[in-house]
């Protein structure tokens, strides 16, 4: 019994430690984040729900000990997320666009690379100007650029979620990202990331990037939450 056990724990051991050595993609050392509890009756409109966040986003930036604030709708390293099964490029034809990778689809704000510190590889970043009625945009991993667009830079190429013959908007790549292990720290996955402005206004949860303590983050936060709105609970 006692050698079986000793081995166990001696892999899990191994893998602990190599997964402590990894490169994730983002410094996740310095992040701290809020989970935000806003009330329907205020915030269920999605006008409503998109102001809070700006405001609040805002609000945290302003305070020295903070560099950077961005909704999210989950905590890295979760597991958990929107996949896309299927993705199409523009000219692929049903049976080309078979062969494309499963995608982890982000919904995210203006902020989210400056906060991550996710470098951006070639092209830009979304911003406020990425919204509702504007060019559906979308920046993609690296590895989804290489695949899908070999020996060509995938800045102005387009692709939509489903077949070739799927209703779904195109969106045109504005960025191309350095690949990350957002999501799953076991490994690396191709990516798609949207402007949550075009896509999902979900976010309930704000990370901050900050160079100060866990208590002292802490105790900004819900002092500067509460200048806004003392119904929302952090």
């Known amino acids: 019994l006692a050698v079986p056990i000793l081995a166990a724990a001696a892999l899990l051991i191994r893998s602990v430690l190599k997964l402590q050595s990894v490169d994730l993609g983002l410094p996740a050392d310095r992040l701290v984040m809020l989970d935000l509890h806003l009330p329907q009756t205020k915030y269920g409109e999605r006008g409503q729900h998109a102001q809070i966040l700006d405001d609040l986003t805002a609000r945290l930036e302003a305070a020295p000990v903070i560099s950077a604030a961005t909704p999210v709708n989950l905590s890295p390293f979760s ?6 099964p299927r ?15 499963s995608l982890n689809l982000e919904s995210v704000h203006p902020s989210y690379f400056e906060t991550f510190e996710i470098p951006l590889l070639r092209g830009r ?15 993609v991993s690296d590895d989804v650029a290489a695949r899908t667009w070999p020996g060509a830079d995938a800045i102005g190429k387009r692709l939509k979620m489903g077949r070739p013959d799927s209703d779904g908007p195109w969106y045109t790549v504005v ?18 990331y949207l402007p949550a402005a075009q896509f999902q206004m979900t976010a309930t949860i704000l990370v901050l990037r900050t160079t100060a303590s866990i208590d002292a983050v802490a105790s900004l936060a819900r002092e500067r939450v509460d200048a806004v709105d003392t119904d929302i609970r952090v």
Do not use: C, H, K, M
Request: proline letters at 6%; charged letters at 20%; zero cysteines.
């Open 125 to 139: 970043a979304f911003t406020a100007a990425d919204r509702a009625g504007a060019l559906d945009v979308a920046i």
């Open 87 to 101: 993705f199409t490029a523009d000219g692929q034809s049903d049976a080309e666009a078979a062969l494309n990778p």
């Open 175 to 192: 960025g191309v990202a350095a690949e990350t292990r957002y999501r799953d720290v076991a490994s690396p996955r191709p990516t798609l």
């Open 79 to 84: 597991g958990q997320g929107w996949d896309v």
